[in-house]
C-alpha cells in the first residue's frame, strides 16, 4: 500500500501512548520535525476508535511502550496495510515475579498482547540492548524485528552552572511503594543515616510511597514531591552526587540529564545504568545502604573533572541528534522512504 502525505506531503505518524512523558514528549518533538504526527493518547476501552482514526490516517503507527494499547496499533496496522513501531522502556519486557514487577508477571492475556506486539511490529526500538534479551526470554520471541536505539540528551538544556554542594540526590516519579523499591529509593534514604553530616535529596515522591518513607528517613534526607523541569535542572546543578540504585532500568533519563550537570554518578550495574555512568562514577551492590554512603563519601571527595568527564560521556553517547536521525531512519526504513545524513 502506498504511503499517504499529509498537504504539506509529509509522510503521517500516529503516536500512541499511555502518558506524555519527558521521553514520549521529546519523540514527538524529533519526529514532528519530519513528520506530521497524530497524538492518541490511551486511557480508556473508548480510546480504542481513536487508535483505529489515527491508523487509518497514518503511514506508521508509532507506539510508546509494549503494552495493550502497542498490541492495538499493531494489529489495526496490520488490518489496514500500514507499518508499525514500538519502543520498549523496560517495564514492558520485564518479568521479576518476586516483586510482581513487568508486564510478563501479569495476567495472561496482558502478556499475549505483549508478545504479539513485539512479535508482529515491523520494527521494535529498545533504549538498551538488554531488554532485547529480556524480550526474546519472556515473550519468547525471535528479536529480528528489534533494534538498539537509545534515548538523547540536550546538553544545552541540561548544563552546569554555579558551585556544587555536598548533596547526593536521586528522583523517582512514583507514588507506590513497590516501584520506590525497585528505584531503590529504600537504600538510598537508610544510606543517608550514614552520614548524617550529608544531606539526601529525593524527588518525585507522592502518596504510599512518600508516606510510607518519611517514617524511615532521618533529618538529613529530604523527601520532596514532583517539580518542574526548571527546578529539577536547578537541583542537578546544585547537587554533587546523583544515586541511580534501581534493579532495573532501561536507559534512565534523571541519571543521563543529572550527568550532563556534572554530577557524578553512583548506581548498580543493571540494564542500561553501567552504559551510560562508564568509567566516570560508582559502582554499589544492589540493596546495600552501607555501600551506598562509602560510595557517597568517596565521590564527594572526587575533583571536578569527575563531574565533567560523566557530561562529556552523555554528550558523546547520547546526543539529541542521534535519537533524532535514529527515529527518522527507523520510519523511513518502514516505509522505504528517503534516508537522513
Same mark, same amino acid.
Given at each position: 500500500?502506498?504511503?499517504?502525505?499529509?498537504?504539506?506531503?509529509?509522510?503521517?505518524?500516529?503516536?500512541?501512548?499511555?502518558?506524555?512523558?519527558?521521553?514520549?514528549?521529546?519523540?514527538?518533538?524529533?519526529?514532528?520535525?519530519?513528520?506530521?504526527?497524530?497524538?492518541?493518547?490511551?486511557?480508556?476501552?473508548?480510546?480504542?476508535?481513536?487508535?483505529?482514526?489515527?491508523?487509518?490516517?497514518?503511514?506508521?503507527?508509532?507506539?510508546?511502550?509494549?503494552?495493550?494499547?502497542?498490541?492495538?496499533?499493531?494489529?489495526?496496522?496490520?488490518?489496514?496495510?500500514?507499518?508499525?513501531?514500538?519502543?520498549?522502556?523496560?517495564?514492558?519486557?520485564?518479568?521479576?515475579?518476586?516483586?510482581?514487577?513487568?508486564?510478563?508477571?501479569?495476567?495472561?492475556? &496482558?502478556? +499475549?498482547?505483549?508478545? =504479539? !506486539?513485539?512479535?508482529?511490529?515491523?520494527?521494535?526500538?529498545?533504549?538498551? #540492548? /538488554?531488554?532485547? $534479551?529480556?524480550?526474546?526470554?519472556?515473550?519468547?520471541?525471535?528479536?529480528?524485528?528489534?533494534?538498539?536505539?537509545?534515548?538523547?540528551?540536550?546538553?544545552?538544556?541540561?548544563?552546569?552552572?554555579?558551585?556544587?554542594?555536598?548533596?547526593?540526590?536521586?528522583?523517582?516519579?512514583?507514588?507506590?511503594?513497590?516501584?520506590?523499591?525497585?528505584?531503590?529509593?529504600?537504600?538510598?534514604?537508610?544510606?543517608?543515616?550514614?552520614?548524617?553530616?550529608? &544531606?539526601? +535529596?529525593?524527588?518525585? =515522591? !507522592?502518596?504510599?510511597?512518600?508516606?510510607?518513607?518519611?517514617?524511615?528517613? #532521618? /533529618?538529613?534526607? $529530604?523527601?520532596?514531591?514532583?517539580?518542574?523541569?526548571?527546578?529539577?535542572?536547578?537541583?542537578?546543578?546544585?547537587?554533587?552526587?546523583?544515586?541511580?540504585?534501581?534493579?532495573?532500568?532501561?536507559?534512565?533519563?534523571?541519571?543521563?540529564?543529572?550527568?550532563?550537570?556534572?554530577?557524578?554518578?553512583?548506581?548498580?550495574?543493571?540494564?542500561?545504568?553501567?552504559?551510560?555512568?562508564?568509567?566516570?562514577?560508582?559502582?554499589?551492590?544492589?540493596?546495600?545502604?552501607?555501600?551506598?554512603?562509602? !560510595?557517597?563519601?568517596?565521590?564527594?571527595?572526587?575533583?571536578?573533572?569527575?563531574?565533567?568527564?560523566?557530561?562529556?560521556?552523555?554528550?558523546?553517547?547520547?546526543?539529541?541528534?542521534?535519537?533524532?536521525?535514529?527515529?527518522?531512519?527507523?520510519?523511513?526504513?518502514?516505509?522505504?522512504?528517503?534516508?537522513?545524513?
Amino acid at each position: 500500500m502506498s504511503c499517504d502525505l499529509d498537504k504539506k506531503g509529509q509522510k503521517i505518524i500516529s503516536l500512541i501512548y499511555y502518558s506524555f512523558s519527558s521521553f514520549v514528549r521529546q519523540d514527538y518533538q524529533n519526529l514532528s520535525k519530519h513528520f506530521h504526527v497524530i497524538k492518541v493518547n490511551y486511557r480508556r476501552p473508548n480510546d480504542v476508535l481513536d487508535i483505529v482514526k489515527a491508523v487509518y490516517k497514518s503511514d506508521v503507527s508509532f507506539s510508546w511502550f509494549a503494552g495493550g494499547h502497542a498490541f492495538l496499533a499493531v494489529l489495526f496496522s496490520k488490518i489496514l496495510g500500514k507499518k508499525s513501531i514500538i519502543v520498549v522502556g523496560g517495564y514492558d519486557v520485564a518479568c521479576v515475579p518476586v516483586i510482581n514487577y513487568g508486564l510478563f508477571t501479569q495476567a495472561w492475556h &496482558k502478556r +499475549l498482547m505483549t508478545k =504479539l !506486539a513485539l512479535k508482529y511490529a515491523d520494527k521494535v526500538l529498545v533504549v538498551d #540492548p /538488554s531488554l532485547t $534479551e529480556d524480550a526474546i526470554r519472556n515473550a519468547k520471541i525471535s528479536g529480528n524485528n528489534f533494534e538498539y536505539l537509545p534515548t538523547g540528551y540536550d546538553y544545552e538544556m541540561f548544563y552546569p552552572e554555579g558551585t556544587k554542594k555536598d548533596i547526593a540526590l536521586t528522583v523517582c516519579m512514583c507514588e507506590d511503594c513497590s516501584r520506590a523499591k525497585i528505584k531503590g529509593i529504600d537504600t538510598f534514604v537508610k544510606a543517608a543515616n550514614c552520614l548524617p553530616e550529608i &544531606k539526601f +535529596l529525593v524527588v518525585g =515522591l !507522592a502518596g504510599d510511597a512518600l508516606e510510607r518513607l518519611q517514617k524511615i528517613a #532521618p /533529618s538529613n534526607a $529530604e523527601l520532596m514531591g514532583p517539580k518542574s523541569q526548571d527546578d529539577l535542572i536547578s537541583l542537578y546543578q546544585e547537587a554533587k552526587i546523583f544515586c541511580q540504585l534501581s534493579l532495573r532500568e532501561g536507559l534512565p533519563n534523571a541519571l543521563c540529564e543529572a550527568m550532563l550537570c556534572e554530577c557524578v554518578p553512583i548506581g548498580t550495574e543493571r540494564n542500561g545504568i553501567p552504559k551510560a555512568i562508564g568509567d566516570t562514577g560508582f559502582y554499589v551492590p544492589l540493596g546495600d545502604p552501607d555501600a551506598t554512603a562509602k !560510595a557517597v563519601a568517596k565521590a564527594l571527595r572526587q575533583p571536578e573533572e569527575l563531574g565533567r568527564r560523566a557530561r562529556k560521556r552523555i554528550i558523546e553517547l547520547f546526543p539529541m541528534e542521534r535519537r533524532e536521525k535514529g527515529l527518522v531512519r527507523a520510519i523511513n526504513d518502514v516505509t522505504g522512504g528517503w534516508k537522513i545524513k
